[in-house]
């Protein structure tokens, strides 16, 4: 199982930007699909990005709520996918976790085939 860890969450005012971080410590994570979730209190965890392999076009996809706004990729020198958040609203307050998917299976719609995940990060967008 690959141990993921996340940072980058905190404080942020409407409109602002904040950069997350996924990193693996002993995993190539260019190996895996890795995918953005999130979890506000009280609602279901929900997807919110994905990017594929390097090998596998390194395909980025959003959930509708964050086109235009969020923007994935990756750094496999530092072995290192990052979520830049521009335009933040208070809607985006969540507890954010990256995931790991071995099968390519993985879709933002079903947590099924998310095999590894971080411990979270909270993102808080108010005034």
């Known amino acids: 199982q690959v141990q993921l860890v996340e940072s980058g969450g905190g404080l942020v005012q409407p409109g602002g930007s904040l950069r997350l971080s996924c990193t693996a410590s002993r995993f190539t994570l260019d190996y895996y699909v890795i995918g953005w979730f999130r979890q506000a209190p009280g609602k279901e965890r929900e997807g919110v990005s994905g990017?594929?392999?390097?090998?596998?076009?390194?395909?980025?996809y959003y959930a509708d709520s964050v086109k235009g706004r969020f923007t994935i990729s990756r750094d496999n020198a530092k072995n290192t996918v990052y979520l830049q958040m521009n335009s933040l609203k208070p809607e985006d307050t969540a507890v954010y976790y990256c995931a790991a998917d071995q099968t390519g299976r993985g879709r933002l719609q079903s947590l099924q085939f998310w095999g590894s995940w971080g411990q979270g990060t909270q993102v808080t967008v108010s005034s």
């Open positions: 990017i594929s392999s390097s090998r596998s076009g390194g395909l980025q």
